[in-house]
């Protein structure tokens, strides 16, 4: 009897906190690993830009990479590769990234990336714990500012 009042409670709790498992849930979007070698860059006319971490944000296409792949608990390196609706890399752009957890929230916690050659921008985050996570890539050009999210999952290591 007791054994039974128990898991009434806890089946209750978990229902009342929307803590039940859910099988609607999408995994998130991995980030691919940074390569920049010319001839791997991402095409933004392709038609599998989302297979390869792409996100089009009005007239600019953004890809972003994880070094290490996939990110883990601690230090990791972003970059970020923008070009214009032709493919051109914007090299004229302040990029920064706006890191989270989808599931609770740290606080705001942005870097500014470094530009790189070639319409690259690079920055050092760092991940508290692993989990779902979502980083905001704000592109500030022009006077004008464009964001672009990518939900990913932290590693432990």
């Given at each position: 009897?007791?054994?039974?009042?128990?898991?009434?409670?806890?089946?209750?709790?978990?229902?009342?906190?929307?803590?039940?498992?859910?099988?609607?849930?999408?995994?998130?979007?991995?980030?691919?690993?940074?390569?920049p070698d010319p001839l791997t860059t991402p095409d933004p006319n392709a038609t599998e830009v989302d297979a390869l971490g792409g996100v089009q944000s009005g007239d600019l296409f953004v890809w972003i990479y994880s070094n290490p792949n996939p990110p883990i608990r601690g230090d990791n390196t972003f970059e970020?590769?923008?070009?214009?609706?032709?493919?051109?890399?914007?090299?004229?752009a302040k990029i920064s990234f706006d890191i989270d957890m989808t599931n609770m929230s740290h606080g705001k916690n942005v870097v500014e990336a470094a530009s790189m050659e070639?319409?690259?921008?690079?920055?050092?985050?760092?991940?508290?714990?692993?989990?779902?996570?979502?980083?905001?890539?704000?592109?500030?050009?022009?006077?004008?500012?464009?964001?672009?999210?990518?939900?990913?999952?932290?590693?432990?290591?």
């Open positions: 009897m007791i054994r039974k009042l128990f898991l009434g409670l806890v089946v209750f709790t978990l229902t009342a906190c929307a803590m039940s498992p859910s099988d609607s849930s999408v995994p998130p979007t991995p980030i691919p690993t940074f390569t970020a590769f923008v070009t214009d609706a032709n493919g051109q890399p914007i090299t004229d070639g319409g690259y921008y690079s920055g050092e985050v760092h991940f508290l714990m692993p989990g779902p996570w979502r980083v905001i890539v704000a592109i500030e050009r022009s006077g004008q500012t464009s964001t672009v999210n990518f939900d990913f999952f932290v590693n432990f290591k």
